[in-house]
């Protein structure tokens, strides 16, 4: 049975998409079979940030109008085996998305695949509320900025409640934080918010904290998933994540400020 | 507007409820002589009391079948035993025909009164059922922005954070076994020693009975993040330590 993923956060621009198409891809890495369902339908995103825009033919409402079957809809990756991307339609609004018609596709897609990543539109509106309904577990991208913890709460207080689970009395949805554009110097500074604070507040379990990195924007615009950019330090904090995920005991990385060499002190090195 | 026009307007007169204790005299027998010895017994025993004492004489217990009642022969009885008669109660028609006859206001018959004191006892088993046993609501999951909670008719019990941007509402008191930073609102119908306990408070609105202090008040207290309780005190939202 495969395990139904939502990656959400209330509040936009935080890094939902960008997270869902780097878990997706490190899934897919470790062997398993994946699938990433865009939500956003009338502002899609993720089949750019994978790189794959000038394959799509058919998209999530096609499949749900059955206009298109799912294997005719599903999009393979080119550069990895197990990879999948569902589109959203761009030409419709989240309306589109009905229960009956969202429940059928998770599970046809369910029956073939390991991991079923649904991304979240933001917002707590219709798109936001059919990618969490089905959902086994939760992905919560905040930045640590008091708006985004606040959003992210209150979409922690809808998946203990408005989710499938919840309406069956099921076991509730296990829900992890992940911390994103994560700046420690900023943090020293009180710029920020800590880890620990937001952990505070929210007191959900820690999958990751994703440093804030240049190498973030680069990929999003290349289209390449940035856990695949193994240099950066973003990627990495994403690698440890999907291991977390997975179920593997690795520290966190990237909490504390990094001393600057001598070099990279006169030179201004870059981050 | 000239003197006397503000004369006409100054109320000459109030008209008042009010509750007074006054003696009843509830006649048992239609017999006046035996009634004549037994006052005179009385009068004798606290002459005090019977010096032009307000009276309501009571007919309508008087049973049936006793015949009927010289009512101005009854009250010159009482006068001259120093008890003056305000009015009657009575549910013959010949008494109260009397009483019209002597300009003597008439009282409605005291069944209903009594029978509603008659009732208290039997209403007394029930009363204990006011305390009834209100569950408290126990919550044991934290409470997200956005979220509501209310415990009607009793206390709520939370044992998980409760965020900023949730309300917690209760009839009764509110505990919160862990940092709150939503809003309380306890004793919502009213209930003036309903309280608030919280193990850290860093509430956005703390409200008893619908008096409250805002997180703006809150955040300058300096018992800000500490464990306390909150009460009411007359008009003021009382924080003390726990």
New interface residues.
Partial sequence: MAKIIVVTSGKGGVGKTTSSAAIGTGLALRGHKTVLVDFDVGLRNLDLIMGCERRVVYDFVNVINGEATLNQALIKDKRIENLFVLAASQTRDKDALTKEGVGKVIEELSKTFEYVICDSPAGIEQGAHMAMYFADEAIVVTNPEVSSV?DS??????L??KSRRAENGEE?IKERLLLTRYNPERVTKGEMLGVEDVG????INLLGVIPESQAVLKASNQGIPVILDEESDAGQAYSDAVDRLLGKDVPHRFLDVQKKGLLQRLFGGKE | MSQADLLDQDPVFQLKGSMLAITVLELAHNDLTRLDQQLAAKVAQAPGFFSNTPLVLALDKLPSGEGSLELAELMTLCRNHGLRTLAIRANREEDIAAAAALDLPVLPPSGARERIIELAPAAAPEKPKEPEFRPSRVIT???????QIYAAGGDLIVL??V????ELLADGNIHVYA?L?GRALAGVKGNVSARIFCQQMGAELLSIAGHYKVAEDLRREPLWGEPVQVGLTGDVLNITRL
């Fill in positions: 606040r709460d209150r979409m922690l207080g809808l203990a409640s509730p505070e507040i929210l007191a | 999951t934290p409470i997200r922005g956005g979220q998980a954070p965020s900023a941007g949730a940092p930073r």
